[in-house]
């Protein structure tokens, strides 16, 4: 995969926030152009690490600015035509927006301005409440058409049992097969 325009939005999954950096890297060293796009959250610092330093790193990597509010990612379907775009991490915050249409960050008008246009979407999810208040509303998005999936799992059955999360290294690949109109297989991991 080369040549293809990727809007690449982050929600507030910090946690997560370091997983996403290789496969971010790998996109753009494989010819890509990235546009961050960024939730309200990601301006949050916390304890794994400083808002401006994460916006620095992904801004670095893409070599473009954040996106951060809705009137800029707005023109997302209309003016920018990405080829996909991802979000990773994507959080049951985010998950619960999706599937129930709203719209008020720009990582949900950027989601909303893709699908509008028929275009392919890809979501890493990344929720502590994913086999619980979040489950209903992954559901839903398993059913939209132009939504693709990160295969994901439970991180840790043990310490946390209704924790889900996508397993980056397959971010790519996946993308690579949304384009295409594919799902990548399996969708749920063990």
């Known amino acids: 995969m080369r040549g293809k325009r990727i809007g690449f939005a982050i929600t507030g999954s910090h946690c997560t926030f370091a997983n996403i ?9 494989a010819g890509n152009t990235l546009l961050p796009i960024i939730s309200p959250s990601v301006h949050t610092d916390t ?15 893409t070599g473009n600015p954040v996106i951060d509010s809705i009137l800029e990612a707005e023109p997302v379907g209309p003016k920018l035509n990405l080829d996909v775009v991802v979000v990773a991490p994507c959080t049951g915050n985010t998950v619960a927006r999706l599937a129930n249409a709203i719209t008020d960050t720009a990582v949900t008008m950027a989601v909303k301005a893709q699908l509008r246009n ?5 979501l890493a999810i990344s929720t502590n409440d994913g086999l619980a208040g979040s489950a209903r509303n992954i559901g839903a ?3 939209k058409r132009h939504l693709y999936f990160v295969p994901f799992g439970q991180d840790d059955p043990q310490g946390k049992p209704r924790s889900l999360v996508a397993d ?9 097969a949304a384009i295409q109109g594919e799902q990548i297989q399996p969708i749920l991991l063990r």
């Open 47 to 61: 304890r794994f690490g400083a808002a401006d330093e994460w916006i620095k790193t992904f801004e670095g990597i």
């Open 118 to 122: 028929q275009r392919p979407v890809v």
């Open 141 to 143: 998005l398993l059913d």
């Open 168 to 176: 980056m290294t397959k971010l790519a690949s996946t993308v690579e």
């Open 21 to 29: 950096i290789q496969p971010m890297q790998e996109l753009v060293d």
